[in-house]
């Protein structure tokens, strides 16, 4: 079945620490995001990128960092430099790059700072 | 002030009963529409999508768009306790790609 694997589902992590999150597709998508999720907030957008090679800073990229070497995978790292990582996050595919197509989401994972 | 509000909820309807749930935009530009649903500690599911104002049926969902007055609904018929979830809407506009912006979410909780 085609979809979005995110990995790890759980992750904890102490200050200080880089982690990177993955993020694989199998629907043949261009276009893959980031987002963020926070209780009583909406999505927020970190990265998002349109083709391989290419991606770009969304709201709130500032601590993150992506890449995008092939066209399933756009893994996220969270680095020491992000203020308040705990969060839910999420990745999310879209066919065309032309913006109108619908996301379609992976399960999230839960990142936790001890 | 935030470019998509929606009331968070919690929404407590009774098991068959309508669920109403909207949101507001203030960018003109919004085009294309779409309202997804969330378990808990799950990613988003797309519900329906809608481009431009008018009307969609899927099943026992009804999408509603009204752009002369940047606000959008969805209403779910026959409620179950399976549709407790939260919902939330994201919209698009033609001049900004992939900024899709999302509202906060609706918790809808469908009593037995």
């Known amino acids: 079945d085609g979809g979005i694997t995110q990995s790890p589902k759980y992750l904890f992590r102490k200050e200080g620490q880089n982690v990177t999150l993955s993020c694989e597709q199998n629907?043949?998508?261009?276009?893959m995001y980031w987002y963020r999720q926070d209780p009583g907030q909406g999505l927020r957008l970190i990265y998002y990128?349109?083709?391989?090679?290419?991606?770009q800073k969304g709201d709130i990229a500032e601590g993150y960092s992506v890449s995008r070497e092939k066209k399933e995978s756009f893994p996220l790292t969270v680095t020491s430099a992000q203020k308040n990582p705990t969060a839910f996050y999420l990745c999310a595919s879209s066919i065309s790059p032309g913006g109108t197509g619908e996301l379609f989401f992976g399960e999230g994972s839960r990142l936790t700072v001890l | 002030q935030k470019e998509v509000e929606q009331d968070p909820g919690p929404l407590s309807v009774p098991e068959g009963a309508i669920v109403s749930l909207n949101c507001t935009y203030s960018?003109?530009?919004?085009?294309?529409f779409m309202w997804y649903r969330q378990y808990s500690r799950k990613g988003p599911e797309l519900l329906m999508y809608t481009y431009s104002s008018g009307n969609k049926e899927d099943g026992r969902f009804t999408a509603q768009v009204d752009k002369s007055s940047k606000y959008i609904s969805l209403f779910i018929r026959d409620s179950q306790p399976s549709d407790s979830a939260t919902y939330l809407c994201?919209?698009?506009?033609?001049?900004?790609?992939?900024?899709?912006?999302f509202g906060a979410g609706t918790q809808v909780v469908v009593t037995p």
């Open positions: 960018n003109s530009a919004f085009q294309y």
């Open positions: 629907l043949n998508h261009d276009a």
């Open positions: 994201a919209m698009i506009p033609t001049d900004s790609w992939g900024k899709f912006q």
């Open positions: 990128s349109q083709i391989v090679n290419d991606f």
